[in-house]
């Protein structure tokens, strides 16, 4: 049976410890601000077009009745 591990400082070779653990280490603030300006980028294109489609619906100027008269783009 092996001794369990009870200091990692001491287990840990000096090559262990300086090597990356994963890709691109140091990057995470560019990667954060990317996703959060296309995060935004993307609020304001899904808000201007379902502003110009609620306008143009609005300029139709459909009645409180119009629905019964089967009206496809209602």
Known sequence: MK???T??????TA????????PFVGT???WLTIAIVLWLAW???TAVG???EHQKLARKKHG???YKNNITEW
């Open 50 to 52: 379902e502003s110009e």
């Open 7 to 12: 200091n990692w400082v001491e287990h840990l």
């Open 28 to 30: 995470e603030w560019l």
């Open 15 to 22: 090559d262990e410890v300086a090597g990356q653990i994963y």
């Open 43 to 45: 609020h304001v294109s």
């Open 64 to 66: 409180s009745n119009d």
């Open 3 to 5: 001794p369990t591990v």
